[in-house]
C-alpha cells in the first residue's frame, strides 16, 4: 500500500490509489478513514476502475486541527484529489457526512465530475430530543462510545474483518484532533447541500441500505434524496445497513460499476 498526500490550505489529505481505467474517488463518512472501502476497492478495480480511497481531512492519515470540517471544503479536497490523478473527470461517490461534500463537488467543478454517488445520505438536519443530545455529545468525544456505535449501524451482516477494523480505528480515533475533526465534520453549516442539488447536472445515484438503522424508513429517505436533483436514480440494497459498500460490497460493485459506465459515456 502506498499512501499518497495532496497539499491544501490548513494540512493535506491522503489517499491510495488502485487500478487502471475510469477514475471513481470514494470518501468515507465521519469517524472512519479509507479502510473502511477496504472491501469495495478490489472489486471495483477487477471491473475495470482506478480507484482513489480518500482519508478525508481530519481522519485517517490526512492532517488534523482544519479551520473547517464544512462538506463545501471537504469537496474541494475531493477536487484536489482528481486534480493530483490527472483531472479526471471522475465520479465521486460519497458515504454519511461524505455524501454531502460530493454535491458540492459536482455543482462547483462539473468539468472534474462525471457523476456522484450518495450512500446513506442525509436529506433533513434532525432536531434531537434532550436526551439524544446527551447521547450524541457523549458519542463524539468517546473514541471507546464511537465505535460501539458504529457497531450498531450494520444490523444484518458484518464483514468477517469487521472488529479488526473497528479496533485500528478506535486507535486511530484516540490520536490528539481526531474526535475534534469527527465533529467537525457532522457540525450544521450553512448552505447545506440539498441547496445545491439543481445545479448538479451530472447523473446522480443515491444507494441506500434498506435496513439502515439511520433512518425510520431508508427508502423514503433515499426518495426524498432523489428528488431534489435534476436527473438522479434512487436504488436500494437489499439486507444493508449505513455502510452498503462494507456489508455488500459485492452489490454495491456492480451498481457502481454500471453507474461509472453510464456517467463517461459507456
Do not use: C
Not at 484529489?81 to 459536482?106: C, M, Q, T
Amino acid at each position: 500500500m502506498t499512501v499518497s498526500y495532496v497539499a491544501r490550505d490548513g494540512g493535506r489529505i491522503a489517499y491510495e490509489v488502485h487500478g487502471a481505467g475510469p477514475l471513481v474517488v470514494l470518501a468515507h463518512g465521519m469517524g472512519e478513514n479509507r479502510g473502511s472501502y477496504r472491501h469495495l476497492v478490489p472489486l471495483l478495480v477487477e471491473a475495470g476502475h482506478r480507484v482513489a480511497s480518500v482519508d478525508v481531512r481530519g481522519h485517517g492519515d490526512s492532517s488534523v486541527d482544519w479551520p473547517s470540517y464544512a462538506p463545501a471544503e471537504v469537496a474541494a479536497d475531493l477536487l484536489a484529489v482528481v486534480r493530483d490523478l490527472g483531472g479526471g473527470p471522475a465520479v465521486l461517490v460519497g458515504n454519511s457526512s461524505a455524501a454531502a461534500a460530493v454535491v458540492f463537488a459536482a455543482a462547483d467543478a462539473p468539468d472534474l465530475v462525471a457523476g456522484i454517488v450518495q450512500t446513506g445520505t442525509f436529506v433533513n438536519q434532525r432536531k434531537l430530543n434532550p436526551v439524544m443530545r446527551v447521547v450524541v455529545a457523549a458519542v463524539t468525544h468517546s473514541p471507546r462510545l464511537f465505535g460501539m456505535f458504529h457497531k450498531t449501524l450494520f444490523p444484518v451482516t458484518r464483514p468477517a474483518d469487521d472488529a479488526a477494523f473497528r479496533r485500528a480505528m478506535v486507535a486511530k480515533l484516540k490520536e490528539p484532533g481526531r474526535m475534534a475533526a469527527l465533529r467537525g465534520v457532522v457540525e450544521p453549516v450553512e448552505p447545506h447541500w440539498t441547496t445545491r442539488a439543481r445545479e448538479v447536472r451530472q447523473p446522480v445515484l443515491v444507494l441506500m441500505g434498506t435496513r439502515d438503522p439511520d433512518f425510520p424508513d431508508p427508502g423514503a429517505e433515499a426518495r426524498a434524496a432523489r428528488r431534489l436533483f435534476t436527473t438522479a436514480e434512487a436504488r436500494m440494497i437489499d439486507d444493508s445497513g449505513h455502510y452498503p459498500h462494507a456489508d455488500q460490497p459485492a452489490r454495491t460493485a456492480e451498481q457502481l460499476t454500471a453507474f461509472v459506465a453510464v456517467s463517461h459515456g459507456a
